[in-house]
């Protein structure tokens, strides 16, 4: 016999909440890093990664310093306040997938392990749809479709347009949110990677350069020619998770085929975060069925938050670069 509702969602719930979690993200690297690896139990973004609500996200900056002079036995103190704290405002992203069985479906799939097959197929394709998408987005920028209401991508991250804000913060009005990109047309190498870490760098701290380098997988290839074949390391657990990648100065550079043709960012992912809604944190799918379609039955997963900055200064991005002959 087929499924009822009630039976249809209980295998539904077992389903979603026993499924591994990382395998979603392993198609996109920047997902992975800041959604996976370590940071998903059953399904769920986890820790300090959530928030509760609010008009947006904010993320604090803190962009000068205090006081500070030489000491001597007839030196003033200087006491005027100095101001030293700021915030980036990031505005909601959301991100929805979903599927229907149809009345032929359900006629042509009866009994109760022909529904779950299919229900389990469809479940699935949603999961897999998701993360295909929000992995697009991330490159992107908040404008008009087809990301109207995705993330503040990558493209806002570099945008050099100084009048237009990000996270609610103009260049014009905060000359250290910089998005620091480089156009020189040329050909990857080793010389042009170290003038990228360069531009990204906040300090002499390794934490202080970048951890992270997407290309497409033309440069990513291009540079790996130009290494000596015994400086061709890779990260092995990145590699372990499905991603091919090769290390300059011990940091990995992942292709992604949602990558822009000729550009390479060089990532600090300690000062980005996605952040989710507690109550949109993938909500898990439930059957429904329509009051005008009663034998149509449609589940969807759903997920809010937004991808934040904290430091705009310290990832860099090359465009115009080309694979060496």
């Given at each position: 016999?087929?499924?009822?509702?009630?039976?249809?969602?209980?295998?539904?719930?077992?389903?979603?909440?026993?499924q591994?979690?990382?395998?979603?993200?392993?198609?996109?690297?920047?997902?992975?890093?800041?959604?996976?690896?370590?940071?998903?139990?059953?399904?769920?973004i986890?820790?300090?990664?959530?928030?509760?609500?609010?008009?947006?996200?904010?993320?604090?900056?803190?962009?000068?310093?205090?006081?500070?002079?030489?000491?001597?036995?007839?030196?003033?103190?200087?006491?005027?306040?100095?101001?030293?704290?700021?915030?980036?405002?990031?505005?909601?992203?959301?991100?929805?997938s979903?599927?229907?069985?149809?009345?032929d479906?359900?006629?042509?799939?009866?009994?109760?392990?022909a529904?779950?097959?299919?229900?389990?197929?469809?479940?699935?394709?949603?999961?897999?749809?998701?993360?295909?998408?929000?992995?697009?987005?991330?490159?992107?920028?908040?404008?008009?479709s087809?990301?109207?209401?995705?993330?503040?991508?990558?493209?806002?991250?570099?945008?050099?347009?100084?009048?237009?804000?990000?996270?609610?913060?103009?260049?014009?009005?905060?000359?250290?949110?910089?998005?620091?990109?480089?156009?020189?047309?040329?050909?990857?190498?080793?010389?042009?990677?170290q003038?990228?870490?360069?531009?990204?760098?906040?300090?002499?701290?390794?934490?202080?350069?970048?951890?992270?380098v997407?290309?497409?997988?033309?440069?990513?290839?291009?540079?790996?020619?130009?290494?000596?074949?015994?400086?061709?390391?890779?990260?092995?657990?990145?590699?372990?998770?499905?991603?091919?990648?090769?290390?300059?100065?011990?940091?990995p550079?992942v292709?992604?085929?949602?990558?822009?043709?000729?550009?390479v960012?060089?990532?600090?992912?300690?000062?980005?975060?996605?952040?989710?809604?507690?109550?949109?944190?993938?909500?898990?799918?439930?059957?429904?069925?329509?009051?005008?379609?009663?034998?149509?039955?449609?589940?969807?997963?759903?997920?809010?938050?937004?991808?934040?900055?904290?430091?705009?200064?310290?990832?860099?991005?090359?465009?115009?670069?080309?694979?060496?002959?």
């Amino acid at each position: 016999m087929a499924l009822d509702l009630t039976q249809l969602n209980a295998v539904t719930l077992d389903y979603f909440k026993k499924q591994t979690t990382d395998i979603y993200f392993t198609e996109n690297i920047l997902l992975y890093k800041l959604m996976g690896s370590g940071k998903m139990e059953l399904n769920m973004i986890t820790g300090k990664d959530l928030v509760d609500g609010g008009k947006k996200i904010r993320e604090f900056l803190e962009y000068g310093r205090a006081n500070v002079n030489t000491y001597g036995n007839i030196s003033t103190i200087e006491t005027s306040k100095v101001d030293i704290v700021n915030a980036a405002r990031f505005d909601w992203s959301g991100y929805v997938s979903s599927n229907t069985i149809d009345l032929d479906e359900q006629t042509q799939n009866d009994g109760a392990e022909a529904m779950v097959d299919l229900a389990y197929t469809k479940l699935q394709n949603i999961q897999k749809s998701i993360r295909d998408y929000m992995g697009a987005g991330i490159y992107l920028a908040r404008s008009a479709s087809p990301n109207l209401y995705g993330f503040n991508g990558l493209a806002d991250l570099f945008s050099t347009v100084t009048s237009t804000a990000y996270g609610s913060i103009k260049e014009d009005d905060m000359a250290l949110w910089k998005a620091n990109v480089d156009t020189t047309g040329e050909a990857i190498s080793y010389k042009v990677m170290q003038k990228l870490f360069r531009l990204a760098s906040i300090g002499q701290s390794r934490d202080a350069k970048p951890d992270l380098v997407i290309t497409t997988q033309l440069l990513k290839d291009g540079y790996t020619r130009t290494l000596q074949t015994q400086q061709r390391f890779q990260d092995s657990k990145m590699a372990e998770a499905g991603f091919q990648n090769i290390l300059h100065d011990g940091v990995p550079m992942v292709y992604d085929d949602n990558q822009t043709a000729g550009v390479v960012d060089c990532l600090n992912t300690k000062y980005l975060k996605i952040k989710t809604h507690k109550s949109y944190n993938f909500t898990t799918p439930k059957w429904e069925a329509s009051h005008l379609e009663p034998d149509t039955l449609t589940a969807n997963v759903r997920w809010r938050g937004a991808l934040t900055c904290s430091n705009r200064k310290a990832h860099s991005r090359g465009s115009g670069k080309t694979e060496p002959a």
